[in-house]
């Protein structure tokens, strides 16, 4: 899935060019190649689809050179996740009624590459043994309030998947530092395992009228008139996520507990703690940058050639693009929304 | 005197662009511009004379379309103001044996032209009437270190000029706060009004060897042979203030104390003491930039087309130009000196 906009990383990201297609490790890859990268290890490229929005097709196919393009897909409106793994899921059965699918944002982090396979094997077979819902549970390393949290029951099975109690929203602290106590909570990764008949299944029982949309279709997925089909369905769909549509309803969720350094990068501080940085605790993206008495500063200027001088200046977020500079006390990053917000109200949705 | 190169407002002035050229206060006029204007009131264009190194010829003639183009002086190296006003006084000696000069640098602040004015009308009928070396010392109002002094003898004439008894270096706080209360002591700005006669007779006195040199092309000045001839001997001039070349040596120094609002506008804190502010103490040059949380800032962007976002920053100076982003803290304004050492140690004197 890569079709969010990713707005936390403004001015970076950009409605043109979000977060998923950013070198935002400053890596020499964008999160999006990464995320085929794994996918590569577990499949055929012929079996990776990338759902995005129309707009953000070419900068797909231009990261993805090697990738079929008929398997980028264009959702023709943002609707959430749910009629996004709707018409996945609907395509892919008309393909193979027995596949097993692995969907996963392209915009999170995983160091931890070979516990990630470990845990996708193991998610890969129970999933075409068991009529299950299997998402990964991230193991908590501390009560962060920016996630989402699965509660799951004590005993494990066999296989190492737990039954899923309730989906929960972002936590305050209080009640964050009483989930991870507890052991009982995993971090909610968006990143699921499931066969395509038990999702559809899924579907027909908690979505039924989501459901009947796409199987409206069934005699045009994989042929010319998809596209055009599509157009007029999901006009018609609920914009909703799937832990709403199905996740929180259905009765066979199972979660994997996973430790595969995992993060969903959704703020500048989650990015800061993974970027490399000096000893002076700065991250920078090139190297014409001079920090005097700067310290825990996260700095990107997009212009290589730019040369930027930082004096007396500690845990700050430093963003220049060619039509935005943005200083942000790294503490208020929160703040950025109410910017955007301003933005919009004052028509100057050109800097969004 | 329009030669300088004002490092001290880098990156916004630059060894390309210094600050004289520099619409620095954001009222739509450059620094030399309203010195121009200045000196309109005094004399006629004819008689207004720019004094520059040949880089800053064009943007001088650029920025002052009505100056007769012979009018700009053009110094073949910077050699400090003694060889300067040397050259540019046998120049005028040779149009006017009887002139009465008034010379002031391009990139100084005068808010009160009326009270300026009067004491022009003053120096300029004490110098007619008297062979004296006439300076202008500013009032202080304040024990600033980043002025030299002029200490005056106690009486003053009736012309209300005053007798000058020495001229110091920029004093530490202790001693500034001595100097002003002590109400011997005005500021040296660096303005000076006296009859070319007698700033040559000077020369000729306390800098024999310059005034030789300058001599020596009598025949030349006013002339097509003025410029070759010029760079023949100003390879050969010391490099010299005018205060140590003649000031702080000639008998008949005399200042007239002056309260027309001056600032040398020789750092960013004195720039930001004489802009317009926000309730908040923000000066923004556009109306392009967003401040939240941000106090006491002085924020330049000369793309004014480019948003500029402040979150939570107090007392800094930010300075965006096309390929220089500075981040200073307010009160470490003199580490500026420093950057620019380590960007020429560095090799990157593009940016300078």
Chains 1, 2 share one sequence.
């Not at 996945?88 to 392209?106: C, E, L, M, R, V």
């Not at 596209?227 to 999901?234: A, D, G, P, R, S």
């Not at 940085?277 to 700095?299: F, L, P, S």
């Not at 212009?303 to 963003?319: C, E, P, S």
Request: with cysteine; proline share 4%.
């Amino acid at each position: 899935m890569a079709g969010g906009i990713g707005s936390r990383f403004w001015p970076h990201s950009r409605n043109a060019m979000p977060k998923q297609f950013l070198d935002i490790l400053g890596i020499g890859k964008s999160l999006l190649q990464m995320t085929y990268g794994r996918a590569l290890s577990l499949a055929p490229r012929e079996n990776i689809y990338i759902i995005t929005s129309r707009e953000y097709a070419d900068i797909t196919a231009t990261q993805l050179p090697h990738l079929p393009k008929a398997n980028i897909l264009k959702e023709p409106l943002r609707k959430n996740t749910a009629p996004c793994i709707a018409y996945f899921s609907h395509k892919i059965f008309h393909k193979d009624p027995q596949a097993i699918t692995f969907i996963a944002p392209s915009d999170h982090l995983i160091i931890k590459e070979k516990e990630f396979y470990e845990i996708m094997d193991k998610s890969i077979s129970y999933a075409a043994q068991h009529e299950a819902l299997l998402t990964m549970g991230i193991l908590p390393t501390r009560p962060d309030t920016g996630y989402g949290y699965i509660q799951v029951h004590d005993d494990i099975t066999k296989s190492g998947v737990k039954k899923v109690k309730t989906f929960t929203e972002k936590p305050d602290i209080r009640l964050a530092k009483e989930f991870v106590r507890s052991g009982e909570f995993l971090w909610n990764s968006g990143m699921f395992v499931w066969s395509v008949h038990a999702i559809m299944h899924a579907f027909d029982t908690y979505q039924q009228e989501m459901h009947q949309l796409f199987y409206s279709l069934k005699n045009h997925y994989n042929t010319s008139h998809e596209e055009k089909h599509l157009n007029n369905i999901y006009v018609r769909c609920n914009n909703i996520s799937i832990d709403y549509a199905i996740m929180e309803k259905a009765k066979n969720v199972f979660a994997i507990p996973a430790n595969i350094g995992w993060s969903d990068l959704g703020t500048w501080g989650s990015l800061y703690e993974h970027r490399d940085k000096d000893y002076w605790g700065n991250t920078v993206n090139n190297n014409n940058m001079m920090m005097y008495e700067a310290e825990n500063n996260i700095v990107v200027c997009e212009n290589a050639d730019k040369l930027v001088v930082v004096q007396g200046l500690n845990d700050y977020i430093v963003v220049d693009t060619e039509d935005v500079l943005m200083i942000c006390n790294k503490e208020k990053e929160q703040q950025i929304k109410d910017i955007l917000s301003d933005l919009k109200r004052q028509s100057k949705e050109k800097y969004l």
